[in-house]
């Protein structure tokens, strides 16, 4: 008797749900053929965004000696001299470029060299508007020993932001780069920083725009 009682609760569940999904299933076909049109565009346009983000052109690199070009795509927001001790061992000049969300997000290595550090640093996500957040941020370090101006070390710090919490390098230590050269990718709004040393002339102004593998950051006579 129990058992059977069982069973006549065990389908009586079944009918519920089964009537529930088909419920479920009529309105929201009613819903995708009413808002099918929206649905689509809204769709197409996230394809459209996907699609512009990671797009990635090619650079038209300058070939005159004794340039570094800038890695990044994006603005120019802070020159100033800092003290960066892992690549330039002491101080130097930095140059940092913020790559907001609808910038290229493709980095291009700067001189051409080998790279002669790869350090990674774990950290948190804050905004990559903020000129100090390399302080806090998840970031790569990247040394490049130069011979395109020769005996030269020049360095970048490739930074996550709030949206972007993935670097993907395509470089490693002992690597060699040239000018130019795609080295990695940052999703969606991020920052770089180029450490140069004191001597270099700096090219470029607060405020610019740059364009990665292609901008003169800066030259040495």
Same mark, same amino acid.
């Given at each position: 008797m129990l058992a059977a009682l069982k069973l006549i609760i065990?389908?009586?569940?079944? #009918? !519920?749900?089964?009537?529930?999904?088909?419920?479920?299933? +009529?309105?929201?076909? $009613?819903?995708?053929?009413?808002?099918? =049109?929206?649905?689509?565009?809204?769709?197409?346009?996230?394809?459209?965004?996907?699609?512009?983000?990671?797009?990635?052109?090619?650079?038209?690199?300058?070939?005159?000696?004794?340039?570094?070009?800038?890695?990044?795509?994006?603005?120019?927001?802070?020159?100033?001299?800092?003290?960066?001790?892992?690549?330039?061992?002491?101080?130097?000049?930095?140059?940092?470029?913020?790559?907001? #969300? !609808?910038?290229?997000?493709?980095?291009?290595?700067?001189? +051409?060299?080998?790279? $002669?550090?790869?350090?990674?640093?774990? =950290?948190?996500?804050?905004?990559?508007?903020?000129?100090?957040?390399?302080?806090?941020?998840?970031n790569v370090l990247v040394g490049i020993d130069s011979v395109e101006p020769r005996g030269e070390k020049i360095g970048l710090r490739l930074i996550a932001g709030l949206i972007a919490r993935r670097i993907v390098p395509w470089i490693s230590q002992n690597d060699p780069v040239q000018r130019g050269e795609r080295i990695s990718l940052i999703q969606f709004g991020s920052r770089v920083e180029v450490y140069l040393p004191i001597r270099a002339k700096i090219k470029v102004a607060l405020g610019q725009r740059v364009v990665g593998g292609e901008t003169v950051l800066a030259s040495f006579d």
């Amino acid at each position: 008797m129990l058992a059977a009682l069982k069973l006549i609760i065990l389908g009586l569940v079944t #009918v !519920i749900v089964l009537l529930i999904v088909a419920w479920l299933a +009529t309105h929201i076909a $009613a819903f995708i053929l009413e808002f099918y =049109g929206a649905l689509f565009g809204l769709w197409l346009l996230f394809a459209l965004f996907t699609l512009y983000f990671f797009r990635d052109p090619e650079a038209l690199t300058p070939t005159g000696p004794n340039l570094v070009v800038s890695p990044a795509h994006g603005k120019v927001d802070v020159i100033d001299t800092v003290t960066e001790p892992d690549v330039m061992g002491g101080e130097c000049k930095r140059i940092s470029i913020f790559l907001s #969300v !609808i910038d290229i997000h493709v980095q291009n290595a700067p001189v +051409t060299g080998r790279i $002669a550090l790869f350090k990674h640093t774990p =950290g948190q996500y804050l905004s990559a508007t903020r000129s100090n957040c390399a302080q806090f941020n998840e970031n790569v370090l990247v040394g490049i020993d130069s011979v395109e101006p020769r005996g030269e070390k020049i360095g970048l710090r490739l930074i996550a932001g709030l949206i972007a919490r993935r670097i993907v390098p395509w470089i490693s230590q002992n690597d060699p780069v040239q000018r130019g050269e795609r080295i990695s990718l940052i999703q969606f709004g991020s920052r770089v920083e180029v450490y140069l040393p004191i001597r270099a002339k700096i090219k470029v102004a607060l405020g610019q725009r740059v364009v990665g593998g292609e901008t003169v950051l800066a030259s040495f006579d």
